[in-house]
């Protein structure tokens, strides 16, 4: 479970930074790396979404992670990383600080 949370604080860091305008500076190796992140969230929401008490107790550790970090309160569960790709590509898309890039991130 720890690894889990570590992996899902540094999800939180990426969504943070794709939100901001220090996006700017990623080359497009990072957009690489951040949409690997969220296809590893969502491969962990295929592997544990009919596991109930494993389900239920990462719900519960990542809206702390979330609330601890003031990122996405009331949005980042475990639900969330079913949809993590796209949300992070529609963060993306509407950043400005990448108007130039953002029709070219890709779903």
């Avoid at 949409?35 to 809206?63: C, F, G, M, P």
């Amino acid at each position: 479970m720890e690894q889990l949370l570590k992996s899902a604080d540094t999800f939180l860091r990426i969504l943070e930074t794709a939100h901001s305008s220090r996006i700017a500076s990623w080359e497009p190796s990072n957009m690489t790396r951040a949409l690997s992140w969220a296809d590893h969230h969502q491969k962990l929401y295929n592997s544990y979404t009919t596991k109930t008490r494993i389900r239920s107790a990462l719900d519960v550790e990542l809206r702390k992670l979330a609330y601890r970090n003031c990122i996405l309160i009331n949005v980042f569960n475990f639900n969330f990383l079913k949809e993590c790709r796209d949300f992070l590509i529609g963060m993306l898309r509407n950043n400005s600080a990448l108007k130039t890039r953002a029709s070219s991130i890709s779903t």
